[in-house]
């Protein structure tokens, strides 16, 4: 398979290789130039659906891209489990609440250090049980949306450990996600803006008003531009259209006096926040006409006042668009055009407002619509390296070693795979700024950033690795390719195979010649149908005869690893 023309060709046969360019123009990707805050769209219609109920029909395919969007990586078996049920039944249990999980535990010892006094020698090795823990959550996940929207809270109010630097202190962030992930997202705002991890990594344990230094303004301009209401069109100096510079300013000495406790403490094992007023600006906070000239009352209440101004962004028209567009990027799209914004964001955010900022009314609509199940929606967006990685896992039902008998082993190779993330560029709790990973918001290539010079040969690399053998302390994990096989509905016969294997593995359909070339040229090269029938017989018939079965698992080893190096097994 060649790049060199900027896009995939197998002897003559054209596949659709990702990069910026070649696959823009085969997914018939519009291109819209837009920050991190989603400013107006400016291109053409993709699509006129909107969010109207989907009334198509209820199978495997529409199943599979509802699955696929919502948890991280399907299984065959799961999919067809769904498109047995109804789509309104299947939402109900991707929205289910779950119990919080086992917290991590350090392999060697078999113990959590979560609740214990911080350890300066052991805690960057933490850190990477942690991210190991958190993939595995990912990848043993059951049908539940959970993982997913955990993941879209983290990159959505980042914070990274390369600066807060100290393990429990983001798996506290990480409980604080599950907890309130389909909750209200005004109280998840508030329970944010006072979580210890953001406190220390925007400063906000800094932020002080009692005249011995200036307010700190980091996290109250991220408050307003990243998490809740955007920037909008700039209009002049300090005036950002849905907020102004003297707001930043306001909203800093509305949240100073906030502190930490605990932070890196060798005697201290509890974690919190409390307020100090003492250190808090005690005056009254004047907002601009952006906010329609609020004045929050000063005193020394710091939970009131931070109820005021959180009450205030979320009174907002826009702050219900801004958090509808960053859902739809996760969700559905990149491109919000000017059709998706009129058709999809303005009534979608008017279900956020009449459900009071409830996060499940929201994604319910969103998954029930029309919109949603369009064709132009289906297959479209990239995998992130998470999506790869532990979607890989769950939808090849790899065998993984026991997080219990196993630990060690277990850990070694969800953090080896942890570490592969990173080289994709998604590093877990640590995204490459506050404003989360630039595929989700970076003009024009947004999801097209996963894929480049360095990362293709990486994805391909990885998935060579799923197919010859991941070792880990002493432990080999593949994907059980013969297992594989057998779970087709006829795999004595080549075609059927590969057109059912395909059918699992990629979001969009193969071309019949795809197909015709994966069974001919890959599976069998040159060779008849009757000799790959021949050989599954014959192993079928003597599992255990060595050069029976190995006759049978080269061929399927050379197709697995040929179908997850095509680009429709990069697409979600």
């Known amino acids: 398979m060649s790049a060199s023309d900027g896009r995939g060709v197998c002897r003559g046969r054209s596949l659709i290789l990702i990069t910026t360019e070649a696959e823009a123009i085969a997914m018939n990707v519009s291109v819209r130039t837009a920050g991190p805050g989603g400013d107006a769209p400016q291109q053409a219609a993709r699509t006129t659906t909107g969010l109207e109920p989907y ?25 067809a489990a769904a498109a047995s049920t109804s789509l309104d039944s299947i939402l109900g249990e991707l929205l289910q609440e779950l119990a919080a999980p086992p917290p991590p535990i350090d392999p060697t010892t078999g113990q959590t250090w979560i609740g214990k006094v911080f350890d300066s020698t052991l805690d960057s090795k933490y850190q990477g049980y942690l991210k190991a823990w958190w993939l595995g959550l990912m990848a043993a996940q059951g049908i539940s949306i959970l993982e997913k ?55 906000g344990y800094r932020n002080r008003g009692d005249g011995s230094n200036i307010p700190d303004e980091n996290y109250a301009r991220e408050l307003q531009e990243l998490f809740t209401i955007g920037k909008g069109p700039q209009r ?40 100090e007023a003492i250190r808090h600006d005690q005056k009254d906070k004047q907002f601009s006409a952006a906010y329609q000239g609020m004045r929050i009352a000063g005193g020394s209440d710091g939970i009131r006042e931070l109820n005021d101004l959180v009450e205030m962004i979320f009174r907002q028209q826009e702050t219900a668009r801004f ?23 303005e009534p979608l955010a008017d279900v956020m407002r009449s459900h009071n900022y409830e996060i499940r009314p929201v994604l319910i609509a969103l998954f029930r619509s029309a919109h949603f199940f369009d064709e132009s929606n289906i297959g479209c967006l990239i995998k992130n390296p998470v999506d790869l990685i532990a979607g890989a896992l769950r939808g090849l039902t790899v065998s993984m070693p026991s997080p219990a008998s196993q630990a060690v082993a277990y850990n070694a ?76 509905s006829n795999p004595a016969d080549p075609r059927q195979l590969v057109g059912e294997l395909a059918d699992a593995m990629f979001a969009i359909e193969l071309t019949a010649d795809q197909k015709d070339y994966l069974a001919a040229s890959v599976l069998i090269p040159g060779l008849p149908d009757s000799v790959w029938t021949q050989n599954w017989n014959q ?7 060595t050069q029976k079965r190995n006759a049978v698992v080269t ?17 979600s």
């Open 55 to 79: 009334q198509g029909p209820w199978n495997r395919r529409t199943a599979g891209h509802l699955l696929r969007r919502t948890i991280i990586g399907p299984s065959e078996d799961e999919v």
């Open 149 to 203: 929207l955990v993941l879209f809270w983290h990159n959505h109010f980042v914070s990274e450990y390369s600066t807060v630097l100290d393990s429990r202190y983001m798996y506290q962030q990480n409980a604080l996600f599950r907890r309130l992930a389909l909750g209200n997202i005004r109280e998840l705002v508030k329970a944010v803006t006072l979580d210890p991890a953001m406190l220390i990594y925007l400063n």
């Open 236 to 275: 002049g100096p300090g005036d950002y259209t849905n907020y102004t510079e003297q707001d930043v300013k306001a909203a800093a000495h509305v949240l100073t006096g906030w502190r930490t406790n605990g932070y890196r403490s060798t005697s201290n094992p509890s974690i919190n926040s409390y307020f």
């Open 323 to 345: 958090l509808c567009r960053k859902l739809y990027r996760w969700f559905v799209y990149y491109d919000i055009d000017a059709a998706v914004d009129q058709n999809v964001i």
């Open 413 to 488: 190779l969800l953090s080896s795979l942890a570490v592969t993330s990173g080289n994709l560029q998604m590093t877990l709790m640590d995204a490459p700024s506050v404003a989360g990973w630039p595929a989700y918001y970076q003009n024009p290539d947004f999801h097209r950033l996963w894929i480049n010079t360095l990362t293709l040969p990486a994805r391909w690399a990885f998935t060579d690795s799923l197919v010859n053998g991941i070792r880990a302390s002493g432990t080999t994990t593949a994907v059980d390719l013969l297992s594989m096989a057998k779970r087709t």
């Open 539 to 545: 192993h079928i018939a003597d599992p255990n005869n």
């Open 555 to 571: 061929r399927l080893n050379a197709l697995m690893r040929f179908m997850m190096r095509m680009a429709e097994f990069q697409l």
